[in-house]
Structure formats: structure tokens, C-alpha cells
């Protein structure tokens, strides 16, 4: 039997086809600009197809080829280590969270929400890290210093009070220990949190640029997201110099920089491999959040 299409119905495909296109639109606005020339971009303004086709400012953000490599690998590796370091560390902290029988249950969780409220501040941070830590200018910075997330931690701990209890209580009367029960029954229903919260931690990480900012010193370790800043700064460095040379009759020509559309193509650049992870998690993202987050 077949639906009756109702204006009802039409009305609401209306609104989330208009919905996806306000998500849609922008991104599309984005990948025009960053092919569009300069001088076209800032005379016609954003269009959906580029007006006069151009690939300078990929040429610009592609003139040390060598060096974006590397940065892409940089932030690839300590991104998945960071990614999996930290689900490990979080599961681990969450499961006995969960569990009604744990003795220090409420002073732990009182603790870890405690660190949401008050931290120590850039200095102290600083110090840590490098004085005591040793971590400055080496690789282990971008992950030992992220592993706990005390927001994530509470979801997940949120997500494993949601299971079956029965199925933790039928296990431990056929003798299996908590490590067994935790990765042989806990893990596998619960993929949708650690889908969703590993999503959530290698954004965090791809998108990381503060960390080089502060701590990192060897350009061989520069992550994707500072050496893109870094390329942006650079050039608008050059620019402004030009505009203001104190020289009397001399002038740069920096017409051919293309300080404009060289920001959108560093948002493809740096956006792109994610683009393409999020659609594996999709299904898993809006269910982890949900689940793990209604009961208290």
C-alpha cells in the first residue's frame, strides 16, 4: 500500500533540503574561492563557480612540497596515537566508574569533574611539560599531555551504566574476571560512544595548532594546522611590509600573493582527510552522544 504524499510531508522535505543546502553551501562557496584569482575574488566577491579560474594559491601553499609532507605526517601519526592512547586510557578510567561495587567511585568522579571546572593555567602547564616532562621540541608533546578527556570520560562512564547489568552479573557467576568482562562483553556493545569519542578526539587532534605554537622549536615537527598558519602569516607579513615600506619611491609589486584565496585553500588542505573519515563514524555519532549522555 502505498503513502499519500501529503503538502504536509512537502513541506518538511522543503525544509531539510533547504537545511542541508545552508551546510552545503558554504563549503561549496570555499572550494570556489580557493580557485578563483585574487584580483577576480576581491572585485566579484564568493561565487559558487569560480569567475576566473586560478590555482595560485595552492601554489603558494604547495611551494615547499617537502615540508607539508612531512607536517601531513607528523600530524597523521600523532593523531591515530593520540586517538587510540586516549581511548584506551578513557575506557580504562570510565569502566570501574561505572560499576556500582567500585569503593572510590564518587571521589574519582568528583575529582576528574573537578579538573573541568579549574586547571593550572599556560605557566605552570608550561613548566610541567618541559622542565619536568622533558616533552618540549619532541613528538610525545601533541599526546601524553591530551590523553583524559574529563568530559569524555563521564560520557563513556554515562554509556557503560546504560548496559544490560545482568550481563556483567551472569559472567561473574560463570567465573570471568573484570578485564574479561570488560573486553569481551563491555567492548562490543559499545562501539557507538567509542566511535563517537574518537571522532570527537582526532578532530581535536588534526585541528591542533596551539600545542607547535607553544612547545615546538624543530620545524620537522611542526604539525599541519601551526605550518598552515605559519605560510598564512607569512605571506599577510609580506604584504603589509610592501604597503608600508618606509622607503620613499620604492615599492613591491604584491599583486601576484594571493592573500585572499590562499586561506580558503588552506582550509581544503587541512580539512580534506578529515572530510573523509567522518562518514565511517556517521552512524555511530548520533547515537553515542545521545545514549551517553541523558543519564547522569
Not at 574479561?180 to 556493545?189: N, Q
Not at 612547545?215 to 594546522?225: E, H, I, K
Request: charged share 15%.
Amino acid at each position: 500500500m502505498k503513502k499519500k504524499f501529503s503538502m504536509g510531508h512537502a513541506l518538511v522535505h522543503l525544509f531539510f533540503i533547504i537545511f542541508s543546502l545552508s551546510f552545503l553551501i558554504p563549503f561549496v562557496l570555499i572550494i570556489s574561492a580557493s580557485f578563483t584569482q585574487e584580483d577576480a575574488l576581491l572585485a566579484e566577491g564568493y561565487r559558487l563557480l569560480p569567475s576566473v579560474f586560478s590555482g595560485e594559491a595552492y601554489e603558494y601553499v604547495f611551494k615547499s612540497p617537502g615540508q607539508l609532507l612531512n607536517s601531513y605526517k607528523v600530524t597523521i601519526f600523532y593523531s591515530l596515537a593520540a586517538t587510540l592512547l586516549s581511548m584506551i586510557v578513557m575506557m580504562l578510567m570510565a569502566y570501574p566508574l561505572s560499576r556500582p561495587n567500585y569503593k572510590y567511585k564518587k571521589p574519582v568522579t568528583f575529582f576528574i569533574f573537578f579538573t573541568m571546572l579549574f586547571s593550572g593555567g599556560l605557566i605552570p602547564t608550561y613548566i610541567l611539560i618541559t622542565k619536568y616532562l622533558h616533552l618540549g621540541d619532541t613528538i610525545w608533546v601533541y599526546i601524553f599531555p591530551y590523553l583524559a578527556n574529563a568530559f569524555h570520560i563521564i560520557v563513556i562512564r554515562t554509556f557503560f551504566q546504560g548496559l544490560p547489568s545482568s550481563l556483567v552479573e551472569s559472567a561473574k557467576i560463570d567465573g570471568a574476571s573484570e578485564l574479561k568482562i570488560f573486553f569481551r562483553i563491555v567492548l562490543p556493545l559499545s562501539k557507538p560512544v567509542i566511535a563517537t569519542i574518537s571522532l570527537l578526539t582526532l578532530l581535536s587532534r588534526w585541528n591542533d595548532w596551539n600545542t607547535a605554537l607553544i612547545y615546538v622549536r624543530d620545524s620537522s615537527l611542526y604539525s599541519l594546522q601551526y605550518l598552515l598558519q605559519k605560510i598564512l602569516r607569512e605571506v599577510q607579513f609580506v604584504k603589509d611590509m610592501a604597503e608600508s615600506s618606509p622607503i620613499a619611491g620604492v615599492s613591491m609589486d604584491t599583486s601576484n600573493i594571493p592573500s585572499e584565496t590562499i586561506r580558503f585553500a588552506m582550509c581544503i588542505v587541512a580539512a580534506g582527510p578529515m572530510l573523509v573519515v567522518f562518514p565511517f563514524f556517521q552512524k555511530y555519532f548520533a547515537k553515542g552522544l545521545t545514549v551517553g549522555a541523558v543519564k547522569g
